[in-house]
């Protein structure tokens, strides 16, 4: 059988590695394609490429211009907006509609956004009193980092490659994107939209491989790599960490959560458990910002965990490309192994376990994919591991509260800190829960609902930076202030 190899993009050549890898389809455990993993000294050729590009058309390019091949590589993305989809579906078994409503969009949305931003971003300027009568004029001018290394993860591939991709972009650097090697499909497409687009060869290079000892240590250890912006396992940026202290690269880190939801009495009962029923299970709550534990107001605890149950139980683990199926399966075996751990432990922990708590079983060929069940338990410690821990599934722990003091103290309980969701009809306790969370982004009455230009990122063991509207051009341009004595 003839299986398609996903190549690196090095230098505007797609180009074989070293050696190759298997790309599975989660939802049956099928290979879809041969994987071509780079080299060191491929990685080293592409950041040489990406060094060269930036003195080369791309660094002579007015923003205008540059601006205007972003939006060209948006309408390359809408253009062959099937393949995408079908390349997205295909590799992470995320259900159709989602990769067709969320991921896919998304991505050409990130090139406009920033496209249009990087046209209007003003920047400061000061007149300064000198004391002698005569002052200074200070303004800031951006420049490029340079080359900048981009690592991503295989949750939500394409979306969260261009939402680093775009604004470095748009801020004139170049970029060697790492995509994970279990998503490697959507980064090499693109290289091909990019061509599309007259984007000149080195501005956007793939390398294809895994982390430690692969193309991803390769690229952050590299000394011609002037930033870092990872996405992925807090652990992960750790050792990353580690890796770009001697060269001291600025990194912008978007990382792990273990977020809370707090579900108040007064709550519109309804939209709460649809809106919860996303934030749990979307993508297979394979979501960062996946709500894995919820507090609920012990008034309407018993109610509330029923109703989420109901939900649990009415998903439609179908083939990704049912257009009906709003489940799909895990990422791999090996994550399937994690997931299934915690499951086995919540019950040691002493969990009452009120759905789920195992594989999905069909009787076809998705039973050699990596289904779970959608799961939910009640009971657990707050201390339990299954409590602290991100899981990184289908699965919440519920837990009652008796008043807003000790629910914004379960909320907090935790070392990450990237999102929360507050429900309530009451406006003045939405601001003021919000307002006492350690996180980075807070939804009242709602989950997930994202403006591009807003900061984005956590606090804690979730991530260093913020990235979003100027908070991305910020980290992806060098400020150079410049002084004139007048
Ligand atoms: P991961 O950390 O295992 O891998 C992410 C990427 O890093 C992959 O491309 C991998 O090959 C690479 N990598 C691994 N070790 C490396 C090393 N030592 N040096 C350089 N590169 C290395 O993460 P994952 O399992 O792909 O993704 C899931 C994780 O990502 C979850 O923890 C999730 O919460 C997190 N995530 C966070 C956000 C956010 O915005 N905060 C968004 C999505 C996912």
């Known amino acids: 059988m003839f299986v398609k190899l996903i190549q690196n993009y090095i230098d505007g ?44 058309e791309w660094g002579r390019l007015g923003i205008r211009e540059r601006a205007a091949r972003l939006h060209r590589i948006a309408d390359g993305i809408e253009k062959r907006f099937d393949c995408f989809v079908q390349a997205e579906v295909a590799d ?96 090499t497409l693109l290289a091909e939209t990019m061509q599309e687009a007259g984007i000149p060869r080195g501005v956007y290079g793939v390398v294809h491989g895994f982390g430690p000892g692969s193309a991803g240590e390769f690229l952050t250890r590299h000394p011609d790599v002037k930033a ?54 979307l993508n297979t709550g394979q979501v960062c910002l996946c709500a894995e534990r919820v507090y609920v107001e ?11 149950k109901q939900k649990a139980e009415s998903l ?39 759905t789920g708590g195992d594989v999905q079983k069909f009787g076809d060929h ?3 994919g990596f289904y779970v069940q959608p799961t939910v338990y009640t009971g657990l410690a707050e201390t339990a591991r299954c409590v602290q821990e991100e899981i990184f599934g289908p699965v919440c722990h519920i837990a009652p509260f008796d008043s807003e003091q000790e629910a914004v103290a379960m909320a907090n309980d935790t070392r990450y800190g990237l999102a929360a969701s507050i429900w309530t009809s009451d406006l003045q306790r939405g601001h003021r829960i919000a307002q006492q969370m350690n996180v980075g982004i807070t939804w009242v009455n709602c989950w997930f609902l994202r403006d591009l230009r807003t900061p ?29 004595r007048l």
């Open 366 to 368: 998705r039973d050699h």
């Open 228 to 281: 870092i912006t990872f996405t992925g396992e807090s652990k992960t940026g750790a050792a990353i960490m580690k890796a770009v202290a001697p060269t001291v690269k600025p990194v912008s880190f978007e990382l792990g959560g273990k977020n809370a939801a707090v579900v108040f009495a007064d709550c519109n009962f309804d939209e709460t458990v649809k809106g919860l029923a996303e934030a749990v299970f």
């Open 316 to 354: 439609n683990p179908g083939w990704p490309t049912d257009e009906k199926s709003n489940l799909g399966p895990l990422i791999s075996a090996r994550h399937r192994q994690k997931v299934l751990s915690y499951y086995r432990l919540a019950q040691k922990e002493g969990a009452t376990l009120i």
């Open 13 to 56: 050549r797609f180009v074989s590695g070293v050696g190759e890898f298997a790309d599975l389809n989660p939802a049956d455990g099928t290979t879809i394609a041969q994987v071509a993993e780079a080299g060191q000294s491929q990685v080293h050729e592409a950041v040489q490429a990406a060094r060269r590009a930036l003195s080369g």
């Open 456 to 484: 984005f990122g956590g606090v804690g063991l979730s991530g260093v930076g913020r990235e979003g509207g100027m908070h991305s051009l910020n980290f992806y341009s060098e400020l150079n202030n410049i002084c004139i």
């Open 92 to 187: 992470t078994g995320k259900p159709i509609s989602l990769a067709s409503k969320l991921d896919v969009p998304r991505a050409a949305a990130n090139f406009r956004v920033f496209a249009d931003l990087i046209q209007t971003a003003g920047l400061e300027s000061f007149q300064t009193e000198t004391g002698d009568g005569r002052s200074a004029l200070n303004y800031a001018m951006r420049k490029p980092l340079g080359v900048v290394g981009v690592i991503t993860p295989w949750n939500l591939p394409l979306l969260l490659l261009t939402w680093k991709v775009a604004p470095a972009l748009a801020c004139g650097n170049t970029v060697v994107v790492k995509p994970s090697e279990e998503t490697p499909a959507t980064a």
């Open 298 to 308: 012990r008034r309407i605890f018993a109610t509330f965990v029923d109703a989420l």
